[in-house]
Structure formats: structure tokens, C-alpha cells
């Protein structure tokens, strides 16, 4: 009986590692062998989903996460992550560089990169493309709402050399622990660079999908890109003859379309009436919820590494005070907000760091949830009282970007205003004017969310607390203070030196408090119960090369049916 059990879990591991290796072999278009039905794979998925391109799918421009999702999908870095891992230094995997090794003091990065690799057009990938990329996006171009600045890039990289066709060094001016995650990132994708100007970002293009992208290197390619009235309503990805791994059996699917809906709703009724085969952000936990006891949908959960949280506009008086804005975080009700609005489906936050993630501290936690009395007796201080309330506007997006973005602002409304000092008037506007606002930093508070540019502590207090990194939220915090023990954690290598840092920085963030970190998500997926190969992990991508439908018998299906074989087979001898 131990043998059965032992072999039981060998064959769940190697079904597991066949959706979480970097380079497994896709499945069969049909088997022959007896036993059961031969399994017949889709050519075509249907996706649907309320995200968008918000500005462009250049990426010396684009920092949004469905314009990284396709960007992954048609693009290449010289490194990535393994599918389905923790994403750790063991994690990173070879990708358009074979092998890599950096100097003892940390400021040099040789890549040797992979042969035989071509653009759509035949033309060989070499070492002045990766050279390309980096100079134009970083250095030239070096836009202040895109990734690299946001990022921070130039601060972390000096220069990047071409040695030779196949090999690439690039100059650090600072030791940077998670060098080789932000070399996996959608904005280390390198461009093809016929068709990404030095001077100015790719845009979208009415009609021409290949000019509106500097992308070919990737497992698709865009080949239709439809918008209505400015409006993502279509897309098409088709397999890339090119691509490096096609031999490795990618992608598992040759095309893919993607549906575009105005909000959750329509999106729940294109899963379930079977007009799409797989759902993907944003759905309400309420519809997950109920989805999980239906029988026509699977649904898939992961871990979550998005977080969501409250920012202050600093310029608007009185929110330039920290000690009225630590008044306003200690009266936010975190508890009630991710039980009322995602049902436990979410879980509260108290640092920008999330939970399970290396550095990360319970700052905010001195502060309490809805903690009134503090509220009221540091408002006081300020003559705000029960007769002569702290009026403040709470700004939500309101077009399905993020989930239940209207629930929440309505519970935070009621958490602040129960304080009795405090009164609220709530606001909204769609993403794409919410964006406009933010950028023009005409709303008092706001409600925004962050996917990861790269797994590490850095890319979760760098975008946000430093002066440089977080200029694109535009909510004028800046504190040296900060900014010095920020720069102080990216240059360590050592991680027990790199986590008291970042501890003494959430301490510094909940003194100053010019964010509230409100809760950290969950990942979920529904689809059709014939979709396999979908992996959330804490990377938050979504793979569309992985995922695959079959036409007959889920596949798990046939993975329950050799195990049995072989688990009867060890039984009897």
C-alpha cells in the first residue's frame, strides 16, 4: 500500500511539472494508445476580460498590467520565471540568454545569448538588439509616467555593451539584488528595432496591428488589434513561427482571441452562456463565489500578489499634514472591507509589502482598524470635531478596472465617517479619466491598485515612497529620510541587512502614512472545465502560451486514468 501511495504522488508531481517547467513538450494533437478516448486539442481560446490597454504595448511605455500580459505574450526577455514558482533567485530560468554570471562586487551582468533566434522578418537576434532596447528605453526615450523611470532604471543601470553577437554586459552603478527578476520583467522585453523609433514610443495604429507593436520575439504575434470609439473591443494573437521555443512545443495553442467587456457583469454572462472559454480579470468575488458551485465553469485561484490601497494628494491642504493623514489611515475599517466587499476573499494589508513576501512588516497595525478614538483626538488637534467635520473627496474608478471598485469606496466612506469627525463625498470617474485626474492630481483621495513589475520587497516601496521611483502616482510625497534608506536596501545583497532596512522604511511610511495599504488580493481564473495549463502564481502573469482546451476529455481526466493504472500495477506486485 505505501508504494501505491508513493507512486500516486510521482505521478501528481510530474503532472504538476508538465504546466510548471519552463520548456515542457505540448500535449499531443491525438494519442492512439487504448484505454481512453483519443484527446483532440482546440486550435482557437476565447478569452474575455474588463481589462485594456491603457496607453500603448511599447515597453519603454506601457505600465499597466494588461498591456504587460500582452507584451509577455509577443515579446521575449533574457530571462524568466519558472511557471508555478515562488519566484525566488532559484527561480529564474533561461529565456533568450542560455547562461549569465556577474562580477564580485555586483556591478557587472554577462549574458550569453541563445543562437539561431529571429525576428518575424528572419532577421538574427544578436547582442546589439538587446543593446538597442536598453539604450532607447532607458537612456533616450526614458519616459516619466513609463517603467524605467518609474522603475528606476537609470539609477540602477550605467551602460549596456555588445562584447559580441551572442554574449551582452551591462555596467551596474549600484549592486542590485533583484537584478535578474527585473531582467524577466515585461519592461526588459527587448524590441525589434525596425520597429521601435529611438525617439518616440510605438502607438497604436487604426488597422495595422503589426506597426501599433515593437513586439516579435515572443510565442504570438498581434495580428488584429480592433478598437471602437477609442475602446479596446478585439484582439487576435497568432502562433509565431519564429519563436525560439517553438520547438519546446509553444505555444499549446495557435490563436487566441480576446474579447473586451464593459464590466463584470457581461463578463460573468460570456463565461457561463459558453461564449468564451476563459475569464480573466475582473470578476466580483460574489460571482466567483457563486461560480465555484456551478458545474459548466472551473474555477482557478492562486496566490495573490496584488495589492490595493488609499493614496493622499499631498498639494491638497489639509492632507500635507502626516498627522491628519494618520488620523484618516487609523479610521479605515480593513476587516470589514475585505469581508463586506470580497467575502474572505482577500486579505487585510498594513505595509505596501504584501504578506509572505521576504521584508515584509505589520506597520500600520500601531494604527489600528477603525480606531475612532485616535481619529477624533488627533483631528482635535486641528479643531475638527463632531460640529465642524474634516470634508474630504474619495475618488474610485468606476469602469471594472479594479474589483468592486464602487463597493469599496462605499464601505470606506462608512468606515471613515464613523470616526463622527469625518465626512465624505464620494467621486468617480472611468479608468481612462481616472488616470487623467490622477496625472493632473486634482482628486483629494484616491483609490488605486499594483500588480508587481518584478517579485521583491524594492519594486513594492521604490514605485511608491521614493521621491524619483514614485513620481508616476503624482501624490508629491518626498521625504530624504526615505528615499536614503530606499537606495541603502536596493544596493545590499545581503538579505538579513536588506530586510532591517526595508523594516526601519515601513516604520518611516507609517509615521508619515502618504498611503493607506488596504488589502492584498487573490488571483482567480474561470473557465470552461475542457481548459487546462493556467498557472497563477505570485508572478501574476498570465501565460497565454500555456493554457490549451481540449475538444473531448479533460485532461486531468487522462491524468486520473494512468494514475490508476500504475497505482493497481505497484498494488499487485
Given at each position: 500500500m505505501q508504494t501505491a501511495?508513493?507512486?500516486?504522488?510521482?505521478?501528481?508531481?510530474?503532472?504538476?511539472?508538465?504546466?510548471?517547467?519552463?520548456?515542457?513538450?505540448?500535449?499531443?494533437?491525438?494519442?492512439?494508445?487504448?484505454?481512453?478516448?483519443?484527446?483532440?486539442?482546440?486550435?482557437?481560446?476565447?478569452?474575455?476580460?474588463?481589462?485594456?490597454?491603457?496607453?500603448?504595448?511599447?515597453?519603454?511605455?506601457?505600465?499597466?498590467?494588461?498591456?504587460?500580459?500582452?507584451?509577455?505574450?509577443?515579446?521575449?526577455s533574457l530571462v524568466d520565471i519558472r511557471p508555478g514558482s515562488a519566484a525566488g533567485p532559484s527561480d529564474i530560468v533561461p529565456a533568450l540568454a542560455t547562461s549569465w554570471d556577474v562580477s564580485s562586487?555586483?556591478?557587472?551582468?554577462?549574458?550569453?545569448?541563445?543562437?539561431?533566434?529571429?525576428?518575424?522578418?528572419?532577421?538574427?537576434?544578436?547582442?546589439?538588439?538587446?543593446?538597442?532596447?536598453?539604450?532607447?528605453?532607458?537612456?533616450?526615450?526614458?519616459?516619466?509616467?513609463?517603467?524605467?523611470?518609474?522603475?528606476?532604471?537609470?539609477?540602477?543601470?550605467?551602460?549596456?555593451?555588445?562584447?559580441?553577437p551572442t554574449q551582452v554586459v551591462f555596467h551596474l552603478n549600484i549592486p542590485f539584488s533583484p537584478f535578474l527578476s527585473l531582467m524577466a520583467a515585461q519592461s526588459s522585453y527587448i524590441v525589434n528595432p525596425k520597429l521601435a523609433p529611438e525617439d518616440h514610443a510605438v502607438a497604436y495604429k487604426e488597422g495595422d496591428a503589426r506597426a501599433s507593436s515593437p513586439m516579435d520575439l515572443g510565442p504570438y504575434v498581434l495580428s488584429s488589434w480592433v478598437r471602437v470609439a477609442g475602446k479596446d473591443n478585439e484582439m487576435r494573437l497568432d502562433a509565431n513561427p519564429n519563436?525560439?521555443?517553438?520547438?519546446?512545443?509553444?505555444?499549446?495553442?495557435?490563436?487566441?482571441?480576446?474579447?473586451?467587456?464593459?464590466d463584470a457583469t457581461t463578463l460573468r454572462l460570456a463565461i457561463e452562456s459558453g461564449e468564451v472559454d476563459i475569464a480573466f480579470r475582473q470578476l466580483r468575488a460574489s460571482d466567483i463565489n457563486d461560480l465555484k458551485t456551478k458545474t459548466n465553469v472551473k474555477v482557478?485561484?492562486?496566490?495573490?500578489?496584488?495589492?490595493?490601497?488609499?493614496?493622499?494628494?499631498?498639494?491638497?491642504?489639509?492632507?500635507?499634514?502626516?498627522?491628519?493623514?494618520?488620523?484618516?489611515?487609523?479610521?479605515?475599517?480593513?476587516?470589514?472591507?475585505?469581508?463586506?466587499?470580497?467575502?474572505?476573499?482577500?486579505?487585510?494589508?498594513?505595509?505596501?509589502?504584501?504578506?509572505?513576501?521576504?521584508?515584509h512588516t505589520?506597520?500600520?497595525?500601531?494604527?489600528?482598524?477603525?480606531?475612532?478614538?485616535?481619529?477624533?483626538?488627533?483631528?482635535?488637534?486641528?479643531?475638527?470635531?463632531?460640529?465642524?467635520?474634516?470634508?474630504?473627496?474619495?475618488?474610485?474608478?468606476s469602469s471594472g478596472h479594479y474589483p468592486q471598485s464602487p463597493d469599496q469606496a462605499t464601505v470606506l466612506k462608512s468606515s471613515l465617517e464613523g470616526s463622527g469627525v469625518i465626512q465624505i463625498e464620494l467621486k468617480s470617474a472611468d479608468w481612462p479619466s481616472y488616470r487623467v485626474n490622477r496625472n493632473q492630481e486634482i482628486m483629494q483621495m484616491y483609490i488605486l491598485g499594483?500588480?508587481?513589475?518584478?517579485?521583491?520587497?524594492?519594486?513594492?516601496?521604490?514605485?511608491?515612497?521614493?521621491?524619483?521611483?514614485?513620481?508616476?502616482?503624482h501624490m508629491n510625497y518626498n521625504n530624504p529620510q526615505m528615499d536614503d534608506l530606499i537606495n541603502q536596501a536596493r544596493a545590499k545583497t545581503d538579505a538579513a541587512e536588506r530586510n532591517q532596512l526595508y523594516a526601519q522604511a515601513q516604520?518611516?511610511?507609517?509615521?508619515?502614512?502618504?498611503?493607506?495599504?488596504?488589502?492584498?488580493?487573490?488571483?482567480?481564473?474561470v473557465t470552461k472545465p475542457n481548459v487546462g495549463g493556467v498557472v497563477l502564481d505570485i508572478s501574476q502573469s498570465w501565460r497565454h502560451w500555456l493554457v490549451y482546451a481540449t475538444e473531448g476529455p479533460a485532461p486531468l481526466l487522462q491524468i486520473g486514468w494512468l494514475a490508476s493504472i500504475i497505482t493497481r500495477f505497484a498494488t499487485e506486485q
Amino acid at each position: 500500500m505505501q508504494t501505491a501511495v508513493v507512486l500516486v504522488i510521482i505521478i501528481a508531481a510530474v503532472a504538476a511539472g508538465a504546466y510548471i517547467t519552463s520548456q515542457p513538450s505540448a500535449p499531443p494533437t491525438t494519442t492512439t494508445t487504448t484505454g481512453p478516448p483519443p484527446i483532440v486539442f482546440k486550435d482557437t481560446l476565447i478569452m474575455g476580460t474588463t481589462d485594456a490597454v491603457e496607453v500603448s504595448l511599447d515597453p519603454a511605455e506601457s505600465y499597466d498590467y494588461f498591456g504587460w500580459e500582452i507584451i509577455q505574450s509577443t515579446g521575449s526577455s533574457l530571462v524568466d520565471i519558472r511557471p508555478g514558482s515562488a519566484a525566488g533567485p532559484s527561480d529564474i530560468v533561461p529565456a533568450l540568454a542560455t547562461s549569465w554570471d556577474v562580477s564580485s562586487d555586483g556591478l557587472t551582468w554577462t549574458f550569453n545569448l541563445r543562437q539561431g533566434v529571429k525576428f518575424q522578418d528572419g532577421t538574427e537576434f544578436t547582442a546589439n538588439d538587446v543593446k538597442y532596447s536598453f539604450d532607447r528605453n532607458v537612456f533616450k526615450l526614458a519616459i516619466p509616467e513609463g517603467p524605467q523611470v518609474g522603475i528606476g532604471y537609470g539609477d540602477i543601470i550605467k551602460s549596456v555593451d555588445a562584447m559580441s553577437p551572442t554574449q551582452v554586459v551591462f555596467h551596474l552603478n549600484i549592486p542590485f539584488s533583484p537584478f535578474l527578476s527585473l531582467m524577466a520583467a515585461q519592461s526588459s522585453y527587448i524590441v525589434n528595432p525596425k520597429l521601435a523609433p529611438e525617439d518616440h514610443a510605438v502607438a497604436y495604429k487604426e488597422g495595422d496591428a503589426r506597426a501599433s507593436s515593437p513586439m516579435d520575439l515572443g510565442p504570438y504575434v498581434l495580428s488584429s488589434w480592433v478598437r471602437v470609439a477609442g475602446k479596446d473591443n478585439e484582439m487576435r494573437l497568432d502562433a509565431n513561427p519564429n519563436y525560439w521555443n517553438v520547438s519546446g512545443g509553444y505555444p499549446k495553442t495557435p490563436h487566441i482571441i480576446i474579447k473586451f467587456y464593459s464590466d463584470a457583469t457581461t463578463l460573468r454572462l460570456a463565461i457561463e452562456s459558453g461564449e468564451v472559454d476563459i475569464a480573466f480579470r475582473q470578476l466580483r468575488a460574489s460571482d466567483i463565489n457563486d461560480l465555484k458551485t456551478k458545474t459548466n465553469v472551473k474555477v482557478w485561484e492562486g496566490i495573490g500578489a496584488f495589492i490595493q490601497y488609499l493614496v493622499f494628494q499631498e498639494k491638497m491642504k489639509p492632507l500635507d499634514n502626516p498627522e491628519i493623514r494618520r488620523a484618516i489611515a487609523a479610521a479605515v475599517d480593513r476587516p470589514t472591507l475585505t469581508n463586506t466587499v470580497f467575502l474572505g476573499q482577500s486579505k487585510p494589508l498594513y505595509s505596501m509589502i504584501p504578506n509572505g513576501m521576504a521584508g515584509h512588516t505589520d506597520a500600520f497595525k500601531q494604527l489600528g482598524d477603525a480606531n475612532y478614538a485616535f481619529t477624533r483626538e488627533a483631528l482635535a488637534k486641528y479643531g475638527y470635531n463632531e460640529n465642524n467635520k474634516l470634508k474630504l473627496d474619495l475618488w474610485y474608478e468606476s469602469s471594472g478596472h479594479y474589483p468592486q471598485s464602487p463597493d469599496q469606496a462605499t464601505v470606506l466612506k462608512s468606515s471613515l465617517e464613523g470616526s463622527g469627525v469625518i465626512q465624505i463625498e464620494l467621486k468617480s470617474a472611468d479608468w481612462p479619466s481616472y488616470r487623467v485626474n490622477r496625472n493632473q492630481e486634482i482628486m483629494q483621495m484616491y483609490i488605486l491598485g499594483w500588480y508587481p513589475d518584478y517579485v521583491d520587497a524594492d519594486n513594492y516601496m521604490f514605485p511608491f515612497l521614493h521621491s524619483v521611483g514614485g513620481s508616476w502616482i503624482h501624490m508629491n510625497y518626498n521625504n530624504p529620510q526615505m528615499d536614503d534608506l530606499i537606495n541603502q536596501a536596493r544596493a545590499k545583497t545581503d538579505a538579513a541587512e536588506r530586510n532591517q532596512l526595508y523594516a526601519q522604511a515601513q516604520e518611516l511610511f507609517a509615521q508619515d502614512a502618504p498611503i493607506v495599504p488596504l488589502f492584498q488580493g487573490t488571483a482567480w481564473a474561470v473557465t470552461k472545465p475542457n481548459v487546462g495549463g493556467v498557472v497563477l502564481d505570485i508572478s501574476q502573469s498570465w501565460r497565454h502560451w500555456l493554457v490549451y482546451a481540449t475538444e473531448g476529455p479533460a485532461p486531468l481526466l487522462q491524468i486520473g486514468w494512468l494514475a490508476s493504472i500504475i497505482t493497481r500495477f505497484a498494488t499487485e506486485q
